[in-house]
């Protein structure tokens, strides 16, 4: 019997980017993935950072926090905004939570997303609002 | 059924971690912000204060419980995104037990820190 083999349709990583008409949505979920990655190697260097300074003594500590008690790591709290309230807006509506009541298919279209895209609004507004603050106390305050 | 729970435990997790990272964020900006308005406070991230604060077990238990969570956060992430890449399932099987096998090593590397603390 001949077996039926799945047509390939994978594009790795570019189709992250760009494989056809791609919403504001499917973009702030590419930057979500992206900062995730980027906080994961974060979170494990200052893992082993931590672990090797803390089990040095505590006259080691101020080293450790001299790598991060810089104004660049205002661009960690932001990432760290961004991907925390934008997956958060992801949980509520994977969830269902705010999500638009099922329509009929009647043209135009309109994808269950786009029913609420007020929360997509909001949600990015604060982060703006948060990261434009942080960024503020960190590079033009400058108290670190 | 197994990966739905998975999931559910990556959303559980990632708002847990929201939450626990934005206190800390706010307890740890809070002298900075009076600072710019001009209040003085003690310092909160001295190595006296935090090796105070993670002295008392519930406060290890809870800095290790919330190192747990980031962890399995950001590995089932990893793992969401590379099994996404490659599809196929003996690919998908040994990357699952490589995320597994690393984040067992690191979570015992996590907790003999204050095991080390506690002890001293």
Partial sequence: MKQIRPRQNLLGPGGWIWAGKYRLERYLYFIHRITGLGLLLLFLIYLVTMAIFQIQGRDAWGATLALVHNQWFGIVVVVFIYHGLNGLRLTLQETGFTLGRPTPPIYPYQDSLRKKRLLTIVMTAMIVLLALFFLFIYFVVGVW | ?120
């Fill in chain 2, 1 to 120: 059924m197994r990966m739905t729970y998975l999931w559910l435990l990556q959303l559980v997790t990632g708002v847990l971690i929201l939450v626990l990272i934005g206190i800390s964020l706010i307890l740890t900006h809070i002298p900075v912000i009076l600072g710019f308005f001009g209040v003085d406070t003690a310092e909160l991230i001295s190595s006296g204060s935090v090796a105070d604060r993670a002295n008392p077990g519930i406060w290890a238990g809870l800095a290790v419980f919330l190192v747990a969570i980031i962890l399995y956060h950001a590995l089932s992430g990893l793992r969401n995104t590379l099994v996404e890449l490659v599809p196929s399932v003996n690919k998908m099987r040994i990357i699952t037990w490589i995320i597994i096998v690393s984040g067992i090593i690191l979570l015992m590397g996590i907790t003999y820190v204050p095991v080390i603390l506690l002890s001293s």
